[in-house]
């Protein structure tokens, strides 16, 4: 059984916090320098032990009037100049960490997801085994123009999210969330290249509208259930079943803010448990009658403070406890096994191209 973690920000943390994904958790914190930096809690290392086989790796730009920006974001946009430079940087970031350690693959080909798949069949030492990153365009804010996603897609992103909120492709929430004509023809122009569409973060009537209008793959991947957690990122259960209905998954995230609706950032970590993201999961499971359209998205390496994340969790590695607590609530292991990795792996396969 291997993990497949929808959301981590590794290229955004490198970009803002100087993370060295190669380096172990623990030694990244040792080396922190910024005070008001979160708490290292992934890595290269850290995920290989946690049997986290395969990485959506976010490529992430903020805005320098976006609010509640990061009090550590070095690096902000103000023009479609720098919004794209920064994610490029990101891009070629991920190319370089594949070209630079030997265990990365970058995942951009059927062929090379199948190369890290066949690595974790072997019984060999964890030497062995690769970690891929599929990039994640979370906002399509650097796509000057529905026709240039070509060139994003070319330059190594595999999965788009047209917007976290609202951009030129996504109305702002007062004017009824839902997509402009330019969003239209982004949709259009994604599945014309088979992308992985992410819904995650779009308003409620722009995800309805998406999950209407697209017509290849789509996932929502780190988000929540709004019945447990009354929250906008969270998806609502008419959402959640049209998604189902289009054969999507939803990765359930590890934030506390999302898995317990009484939960304050002044709360104690062991407020919040693993018990309390199957829950979420659990509650996906019973709406939909199914195991298979629920996934993890964690966002564990989001910028949020140690005590945002669960009790159990202190770095990436202990991502492999969530097949315990699944088992724990009465889930087989086939259905484990579906919900830690293989219905994104699902999503994954229908996207990727065979060269």
Known sequence: MIIVDALQHIAPNAL????????????????????????????????LLGRVALVFGSVRVWDESAQRLPAWARYTSRDLAGTQKIARWQLDHYQRLADDNPQIRLVLSCQDLEEVLVSWQRQDDIGSRLQGIVPLLQGAVPVSEPKQIEAWLEHGARIVAPA??????????????????????????????????????????AAATALERYEGAIIASHTSVRRIVDHPHCLSDPLIQQLCQRDGVLGIMLYNQYLRRDWHPS??????????????????????????????GSAIDGGYAYSSLPAEIDTSCDLWLLRAALAERGFSDDDAAAILGGNMLRKLRESLTDG
């Open 164 to 205: 976290w909120g609202s951009n030129r492709y996504v109305m702002s929430a007062g004017e009824g969330g839902d997509l402009t004509l330019l969003g239209y023809e982004l949709l259009e122009a994604l599945a014309g290249y088979q992308a992985l569409l992410d819904i995650a973060g779009l308003p409620e009537r």
């Open 16 to 47: 803002q916090l100087g993370r060295d994904y190669a380096s172990w958790a623990w030694l990244q914190r040792r080396a922190e320098k910024n005070p008001q930096a979160p708490p290292a809690t992934a890595s290269l290392r850290d995920n």
């Open 267 to 296: 709360d104690p970590k062991r407020q919040v448990a693993l018990s309390h993201w199957v829950d979420a999961v659990d509650y996906v499971c019973q709406l939909l009658g199914s195991a298979a359209h629920v996934g993890l």
